[in-house]
């Protein structure tokens, strides 16, 4: 019979590490959950990005489609304001709705039935005359300093005196003399005046060529005079939801992709090292 020592180990049982979970497992565990987290994260982020800027995005677009209608200008009857083959955009607004200065979008049969721009001078009651001594037209007797004409001399070349009926209005280009407008149908009912019911919009900006883009500014000589100026429309802000959408959607749809990397950097490098 074979006696086995007491107190020395049997050299048949072989002697490991403790069984049970790998600290290190634990911690490559841990990190490919908190990696997890931050890819859902940049995920969610990513997500509510493109969602937010595709609203912003379209919506102003939509917006601006209702409110607004763009023309494209033939004629240099408008210059400097406007030049020759400028594309504008003109607010749809009710004749009731335009005030001395505004640059305007009309229709009229006297006038060749077509879509016509000229600025406001004057509106119902007004008597618009040209020019004083120093060359200024006046309006109910006050003379108004008109910065945006073509050039620097006498308001007009023709002097005309004309009293715009009621509900009606006195329309001049920013180039007098190479302009067709109510100083040409002074003849006609009205003293060359168009109905307000003629407008069809209100100039608010430029937009094409875009070296020429800016808005079209109310002239402050005639926020002195009995009901002011127009208000601006809402292009501004239609254009800062329209660049801000686009800014969310390519920043959204960059930042998904780019928040993964880190995540797929460390997978590669922990099954290339590895021990066997």
């Known amino acids: 019979m074979r006696l086995r020592a007491v107190g020395h180990a049997d050299p048949t049982v072989r002697v490991g590490p403790p069984r049970g979970p790998h600290p290190a497992g634990d911690g490559m565990a841990r990190t490919r959950r908190d990696d997890d987290g931050h890819g859902r994260a940049g995920r969610v982020l990513s997500g509510l990005a493109v969602a937010v800027g595709c609203v912003l995005f379209l919506g102003g677009f939509a917006w601006a489609a209702l409110l607004y209608q763009p023309y494209a200008v033939p004629t240099d009857s408008m210059e400097p304001t406007i030049a020759r083959g400028d594309r504008i955009l003109a607010q749809r607004v009710d ?29 119902g009651g007004d008597t618009v005359v040209c020019c004083d001594r120093q060359g200024l037209l006046t309006v109910n007797g006050k003379p108004v300093e008109e910065p945006y004409l073509h050039s620097t001399g006498p308001a007009s070349p023709t002097p005309f005196s004309a009293t715009v009926p009621k509900d009606r209005l006195f329309l001049l280009g920013d180039h007098r003399a190479d302009s067709l407008d109510s100083r040409t149908h002074l003849t006609d009912a009205g003293q060359g005046s168009v109905p307000r019911g003629a407008v069809r919009a209100r100039v608010d900006a430029t937009a094409w ?5 800016g808005m079209i500014e109310r002239p402050a000589s005639f926020a002195a005079l009995p009901g002011g100026t127009s208000r601006p429309g809402p292009l501004p802000l239609l254009v800062g939801c329209v660049c801000a959408g686009a800014v969310l959607i390519l920043g959204g749809a960059a930042y ?7 995540a797929r950097s460390r997978e590669k490098q922990e099954k290339g090292g590895g021990a066997t």
Request: no cysteine.
């Open 95 to 123: 004749g009731d709705e335009v005030r001395r200065g505004d640059v305007v979008v009309f229709r009229d049969k006297l006038w060749g039935d077509v879509p016509t721009v000229k600025r406001v001078i004057g509106v």
């Open 209 to 213: 060529p875009a070296s020429g883009w």
């Open 256 to 262: 998904g992709p780019l928040s993964r990397r880190p």
